[in-house]
């Protein structure tokens, strides 16, 4: 007798060491709230990607009806490439609790747990793209130049301790050995041949502490919005750094801007990447896009976009 599978289990994938460890001690109560609702919770500790990926690669997704990430851009991107590898369609609901949570950002996540919880058991969603660079997804950020290289470089409790935009306005101003890196990034339309000092493929809005690093980004059209930061007098870096901050850097001169579906970046030198920050690929550097690929969950009071 075939009986239809009750979609009432839900997967939390989170990291018990991210951020300040606020998810951590609210997971009790995060169980108890699931299972008020009716669901059936089946935690999963975030180990390297190893552990979610096995359990992805088994599970039968129509007893799930959603997943639940804790973490912060790191921890939802191990969760989003297991997801796509082993083709699940779950939609996702997002705990920010990480260093960098610029993809909860984007979505205008609170950081209540109580409203988390009535996001994640809720029933408002939409669909948003996935980066693809090489074999690699991403959902919000893959940057490179010299300041990643000074960055995966440095102790992270420096950077947290002064801020993420101070330190990166401290790593330009006082680096006397940066240099622009040349590359050849072509698209479908267009070769450019430029000498770069930092460069970000963004498919969200913020990056490293900047909210308005890509302010014209959409994380449903198709597109990824590409900003390279290109060599130019010492001088002019402290005004484009103010103009980054707020957002007003896209037309700057020393900005080159665009939007592309595909994109390759190549390059003589071995330039540093970061794909949500973790270490990147190596170059050459393939892009696309999986155009609206992940189901998300919003906020009905906050997100008014389909």
């Excluded at 997801?83 to 996540?109: C, R, S, V, W």
């Excluded at 990824?224 to 402290?238: G, Q, S």
């Excluded at 005004?239 to 037309?251: A, I």
Aim: net charge negative.
């Amino acid at each position: 007798m075939n009986m239809e599978k009750k979609a009432n289990k839900i997967l939390l994938y989170y990291n018990a060491y991210s951020g300040s460890g606020i998810f951590k001690n609210n997971l009790d109560y995060i169980v108890e709230r699931c299972q008020d609702a009716g669901y059936h919770i089946i935690p999963v500790r975030a180990a390297k990607g190893i552990v979610i990926d096995e359990i992805l690669e088994e599970i039968d997704q129509r007893e799930y009806s959603r997943i639940i990430a804790a973490g912060g851009d790191g921890t939802i991107n191990i969760c989003v490439n297991a997801m796509i590898k082993h083709n699940i369609d779950l939609p996702l609901a997002i705990f920010p609790a990480g260093t960098a949570n610029d993809f909860a950002y984007y979505f205008e996540l609170p950081n209540d747990m109580d409203h988390l919880l009535d996001i994640a058991l809720g029933d408002k969603m939409t669909k948003v793209d996935v980066g693809v660079v090489n074999d690699r997804n991403f959902i919000n950020v893959a940057a490179m130049g010299a300041l990643i290289d000074v960055s995966q470089k440095t102790d992270p409790n420096l950077k947290n301790a002064i801020g993420v935009v101070a330190y990166y306005l401290k790593a330009l101003t006082e680096i006397p050995q940066i240099r622009a890196l040349p590359v050849t990034l072509t698209t479908p339309d267009k070769v450019y041949e430029e000498e770069i000092y930092f460069m970000v493929v963004m498919n969200g809005e913020s990056a490293g502490g900047f909210r308005k690093l890509s302010p014209q980004s959409s994380m449903n059209d198709g597109k990824l919005d590409v900003i390279a930061f290109r060599k130019m007098p010492i001088v002019e870096l402290a005004p484009l750094l103010f103009e980054v901050v707020n957002g007003k850097h896209p037309n700057n001169r020393n900005v080159l801007y665009f939007q592309t579906d595909r994109l390759t970046i190549e390059s003589p030198e071995d330039i540093s990447t970061d794909i949500d920050g973790e270490h990147g690929e190596k170059l050459p550097l393939h892009f696309s896009v999986l155009n609206e690929r992940l189901k998300v969950f919003v906020s009905k009071d906050t997100w008014h976009y389909d």
